[in-house]
């Protein structure tokens, strides 16, 4: 009787101990699924917290100005009048050789320019510097859409694909690139990457003055 109840304990100290196996594999299966489901929670609020940062500097952008100057190549002041350009108020806007604009709303339109080179300045820190990437969908990420069509639009101005035609010269595009640099080669590096994103690689480059002999009689201004 002795062994049989020697025994018996034996068995029941084996099973005793294989349960607290299975409850020690099973505390610490519990324990890893948390710390994943812990980890993609954080990741997720992650993303959310940089795709609003995205956005809120994306909507900043002038893109009514982008698209106006540099794809419509006319300018509408606060009064709401219009003014097409010719080529003649572009060197007026956009020449790094003319200090102060002979006329009030081309002086108005550079000021406007470099208030839309600076609201560039956000985003080209965020997303150019990489820190976003982790939180865009792609090229065309609704959250970036007033920044990437304001870059494209830049584009076409300085180089248009295909036959487009654009005035813009290198003294523009000298004057563009230095009023955004403010002397910091950095910052035009931080654009450059940022068009990268939007699949714009290479747009602002210098490639030598384009399109100078047409498109020359454009009406000066109009009544919106």
């Given amino acids: 009787p002795s062994q049989r109840m020697a025994r018996r304990m034996s068995s029941l100290d084996d099973i005793a ?21 812990s980890l993609h929670a954080r990741r997720a609020q992650q993303v959310e917290a ?16 982008a698209m106006d100057l540099f794809v419509n190549r006319r300018f509408v002041d606060d ?18 050789g003319v200090a102060y604009p002979p006329m009030d709303w081309q002086r108005a339109c550079r000021s406007r320019l470099v208030r839309f080179l600076e609201s560039l300045r956000p985003c080209s820190h965020t997303i150019g510097s990489g820190s976003a990437d982790f939180a865009l969908n792609g090229e065309v990420d609704p959250i970036a859409s007033k920044l990437r069509l304001a870059l494209k639009a830049l584009c076409t101005f300085w180089s248009p ?11 523009y595009r000298t004057f ?29 480059e210098f490639k030598g003055a384009a399109g100078e002999a047409t498109d020359r009689a454009m009406p000066g201004a109009v009544d919106a």
């Avoid at 995205?54 to 952008?61: I, K, R, T």
């Avoid at 295909?162 to 005035?167: A, D, H, I, K, N």
């Fill in 17 to 37: 101990l294989a349960f607290e196996i299975v409850q020690g594999v099973s505390t610490a299966a519990i324990a890893i699924v948390s710390f994943i489901y």
């Fill in 176 to 204: 563009i690139k230095d009023t955004y640099m403010e002397g910091s080669a950095k910052e035009w590096t931080l654009l450059t990457e940022t068009l990268k994103r939007f699949g714009f690689e290479g747009r602002l």
């Fill in 79 to 96: 009064g709401g009048r219009v003014y097409s350009l010719n080529e003649g108020d572009f060197r007026g806007v956009l020449s790094a």
């Fill in 161 to 171: 694909q295909g036959s487009l035609y654009t005035p813009c010269t290198d003294d």
């Fill in 50 to 65: 940089q795709r609003k940062v995205v956005q809120e500097a994306c909507s900043a952008v002038d893109l009514d100005f």
